[in-house]
């Protein structure tokens, strides 16, 4: 069961052999074996993950949701917001367009701050934002933007969102167990990410820690049956982990195996380690082929880089794509409005000798160059 390439995409991404070999098994959704065995320890480990560097408050909770990593922010975001409530989104990227985007789906009122894609959203705009409109109850913010692999400063922005005493929403989706969130300190009300990303599960669920307080003030405001975080969270809550309606049996097995190779490795700590040395790698790698970062260095994240197409007219992505593929690496299109670029993922079953393979394998297909090189013959 061999696969033909390696996923450099954040999102389905590479798994391992052993996270894969668990969906060979059949559960039954309301015995105990499946709800204490696999879905509560889930829970579990998963608040562990996120408190356990934080002044511990045991004051959150897990709540586990059907659907992409994009289910468990519509959830979060249509549970949590009042009728009369207002939600403020930092944008610098497509994930944070897209929490808008689901505000106005539902009809909740929104107001955004927009930088440029390579931005940070000034903390300036963000205190004078809050101070002049006072409708506002809710912030959400995107962690790592995965449209360019920038990692916004959470850290910068949280205590502004709660000296204003606003919710905090984080969509963290691609950087949760990558690297070190301070859930509990940081105050963030709702953390939102999904199976397949840095936890390196298949695809099919997604999750959201938040506050306990919070989950409870969300009963009756969803704007969606299905995704009620609210009765998501109390049905699970009340009967040992069963889900609300089917559950993904064999992701939610696949998950709790990818959990437990994440704590083999070493927890998140170790994790981070390890993209850090895939993105280092690559990166030196790229830049000593003459690719350019979109995104610079310092506000870049470890798990998506971003590179600037070559400046030849014989560049083409597809053609790109397709070379990589037949040796065994996919990447990814860019995704940035104003620079035409591509992306490469870093996270997954992948390490630093993958990405030393993938250079070699792009350095034997530098077509773009042929006409310099026929140039230079010629000349
Ligand atoms: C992957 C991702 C999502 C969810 O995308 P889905 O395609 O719905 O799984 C949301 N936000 C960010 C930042 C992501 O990287």
């Given at each position: 069961m061999n696969n033909p390439y390696l996923l450099l995409t954040p999102g389905p991404l590479s798994t391992s052999a052993t996270v894969k070999q668990t969906m060979l098994r059949?559960?039954?959704t309301w015995d105990d074996d499946?709800?204490?065995?696999?879905?509560?320890p889930i829970r579990q480990q998963l608040l562990d993950m996120a408190?356990?560097?934080?002044?511990?408050d045991t004051a959150y909770?897990?709540?586990l949701m059907q659907g992409s990593g994009t289910f468990a922010v519509e959830s979060a975001i249509g549970s949590a917001i009042p009728a009369d409530g207002k939600l403020l989104v930092l944008i610098n990227g497509a994930y944070g367009q897209r929490i808008a985007e689901i505000a106005e789906y539902l009809n909740i009122a929104v107001v955004t701050l927009v930088?440029?894609?390579?931005?940070?959203?000034?903390?300036v705009a963000l205190t004078e934002m809050l101070a002049s409109d006072a409708d506002i109850t809710h912030v959400a913010m995107v962690?790592?933007?995965t449209t360019s692999g920038i990692l916004n400063p959470i850290e910068r922005y949280a205590p502004i969102v709660k000296a204003a005493g606003k919710v905090l929403l984080v969509d963290a989706m691609s950087s949760f167990a990558g690297i070190d969130i301070k859930v509990a300190d940081l105050g963030i009300d709702f953390l939102i990410s999904s199976a397949n990303k840095c936890i390196q599960g298949v695809p099919g669920m997604g999750f959201v820690i938040a506050k306990r307080s919070e989950l409870l003030l969300c009963e009756g405001r969803a704007r969606s049956l299905s995704l009620d975080l609210f009765c998501q969270w109390k049905t699970m809550e009340d009967n040992n982990g069963k889900w609300r309606f089917t559950s993904p049996t064999h992701v939610v097995r696949a998950f709790q195996q990818a959990l437990t190779e994440l704590v083999l490795e070493g927890g998140i700590e170790a994790r981070a380690i390890r993209y850090a040395a895939n993105h280092q790698t690559l990166i030196k790698g790229m830049q000593a082929q003459d690719f350019q970062c979109v995104v610079e260095v310092e506000k870049q994240s470890p798990?998506?880089?971003?590179?600037?197409?070559?400046?030849?007219?014989l560049f083409d992505f597809k053609k790109l794509y397709d070379c990589?593929?037949?040796?065994?690496?996919v990447i990814y299109p860019g995704k940035v409005t104003a620079t035409p670029c591509f992306r490469i993922g870093h996270i997954g079953e992948v390490y630093p000798e993958d990405m030393q393979r993938l250079l070699t394998a792009l350095a034997k297909h530098r077509f773009w160059e042929q006409e310099d090189a026929l140039e230079n013959v010629s000349a």
């Open positions: 059949d559960w039954c499946y709800n204490l065995g696999v879905v509560q408190l356990a560097t934080s002044n511990c909770s897990t709540v930088v440029a894609e390579h931005e940070w959203v000034s903390t962690h790592c933007e798990f998506i880089s971003t590179f600037v197409y070559p400046d030849s007219e990589l593929k037949e040796e065994g690496f």
